[in-house]
């Protein structure tokens, strides 16, 4: 039972070691995705998925576009006829109407920040969470080594 433990816990160790590891390199893959995401497959045919994402993620998070609301000027839905005349998504309008994207006014569209700053900064607050519960899983395995140890220690063997 030990060893068992002993193992979950080194396996969970290493796991956490490689997730701050790779954090950065998950950041940057996830910015350049992304922005490629919004600006390639938007209201693509095939893709109404990747829409409903994207505008389910512009409205949860109150924001526009993957680093501002200028990104979707490069988007094949936008330069497309299909877009209306919009300059961004309806998705991005502060109160969404019908044909709200053809202003681009701050009063009207979310300016401040794009989509992966408001990202990243919800992921940041969860991993706290995530990290304390780990610690406190990590020390009630701690506890029930250190208790099998004891355990061990206390077993006298018995003669036949």
Known sequence: YFILLLCIFLLEIIAGILAYIYYQQLSME???????TMTQKYRKEGEESVTSAVDKLQQEFKCCGSNNYTDWADSL???SSAASGRKVPDSCCKTITDHC???????NIYKESGCITKLENFIQEHLKIIGAVGISIACVQIFGMIFTCCLYKSLKPEPY
């Open 77 to 79: 839905w936008i330069k």
């Open 30 to 36: 996830l910015k350049q995705n992304l922005k490629n």
């Open 101 to 107: 994207g053809r202003r681009d006014h701050p009063s």
